[in-house]
């Protein structure tokens, strides 16, 4: 078990051996968490320093003791657990407790034995909210009930086969917000803890959704969504939505690309919030992250493998944390559906991602390949390096975003073995002046699948042919073209071209104006306007 400070410094190490879910107090003096010894499980409190570690209560059975985000009493002086789940979104049966948290006075608050999550305390109440399965229900719905075990009351009602789960109660204590599953529809709610003024805050189809959390002045709620996760690997991203359902954004971006960020928590005066990031795609960006509630100053806090969800200490008449400082850029690649067969718009929004304005804005746009080639649009001031494009931007200002596009001819149209037509790649990479936060966003790239070439662009230079069948068209200026495997159809179009097509699979090959040469082989068809042939 590690804590370390808000600006990522002052790593410490408070506890060895197998410790998972730490808790701070209301207060920031104290730390619950629980430890796995040889045998069964322990809940265990210990100061902010790590002394004073002490047992609260134990249990021979692992799965017997596990903590919710929010497991202590308003005044500190008590503890609540549940059973541990199975599997991450999957309960299983057993009953809650509470305890002092000097050790002992331990009170049974339920004894049904039925499937539960364990309870989240109110900040304001000796109340404990908890999902359970209800006598004869197929449904998992949200309980109530007091410390000690009275006045039990069932809040929600979803009906058979609805899960409603992950309870977390406004700092009011006014307010619960919870996640409700049934079928395909995901959803975020809100009720009074007497079950009245029940409304959905933001639903999905066909996507999850969890892990709510309200900021510390309760006018907001972080969430977690897979609604634009990677379509193989998955992928997690935190939004952030008000609580009457207003203002829904997304927070982080790396979902498209297999990114896992898990376990919003704000800070305790609403100016940040910390989350986890797990995901094979970058694993140097494992562990603890923070960013301004508005999504901007995304940046590691420690870098490690976390295991469950992270806790944020209250540091009572301290000062505030403050939101973060920084400069970022990220673009986001985008294709228009206006292509006409054999030319596209490549491009994308240029987004200033920090809290600072943003000068000297480059924007470079490349073509993977000698395969596709690049030129300005009239309103855009870009020029060329090469077979490259390097656009300007003097200033973008914070929160904006500015389109950016360049036009993109084909210079190949291929198939492979499968007989599918092979996409043409762009790519884009952007930066700006001054010192900048990365965001793991600052490249992108655009696939653009042609139906034909053309040979009546300008230009000229070396364009490669593939290992597959294609189709290659050159340029009005001197081209290179060499169309490599397979039975290929060149179309060098006007100027001083040379083709160089020696395999044995009998290209096609046409020019048009200028003094061509053409180094073929004998099954090569090879027309009149060709004025050099040499053959091998």
Known sequence: MYTVGADGRESVQLKSGNTHLPRWSPDGSRIAFIEFPAIGVQLRVMNADGTDDHVVASDDTYSNIWLSVQPWSPDGSRLAWGPAPLAPGVLRGGDIYTASAGGGDIRRVTTDGRIKESPVWSPTAPQLAYASMPSGSGSL????????????????????????????????????????????????????????????????????????????DGSMIAYTSTENGHARYGGQEVFLVTADGSGERRLTELGPQAGFDVAPTWSPDGDQILLTRRGTSFPRSQGLWTMNPDGTCESALASADVWGSPSWQPVLGGPRIGPKTC????????????????????????????????????VTISPVRSDLSLEAVEGYPCTRIGSALVCRIERINRGVSQQLFVLGRARRVGRNRSSRSVALTAQLKVTADGPLLATMRETGSVLFTPERCDTRDRGGGHIEGTRFPDRICGRRGADEINPRDRKDYVYAGDGRDVIISRDIYGDVISCGHGRDLVFADRRDKVSRDCERVRRY
């Open 327 to 362: 400069r970022a850029v990220a673009i986001e690649a985008r294709q228009p559906l206006d292509g006409n067969g054999s030319e596209v718009l490549v491009g994308g929004a240029i987004s200033n991602e920090g809290t600072e304005a943003l000068s000297n804005v480059v």
């Open 141 to 216: 719905e949200l309980f109530k009930a007091r410390d000690d075990g009275s006045d039990p009351v069932q809040i929600t009602n979803g009906g058979a086969g609805s899960v409603s789960w992950q309870p977390s109660w406004s700092p009011s204590g006014g307010s619960i917000t919870f996640v409700r599953t049934a079928g395909s529809e995901s959803a975020i709610y809100v009720v009074r803890p007497d079950g009245t003024e029940l409304h959905r805050v933001v639903e999905f189809y066909g996507r999850a959704a969890g892990e709510p959390a309200w900021s510390p």
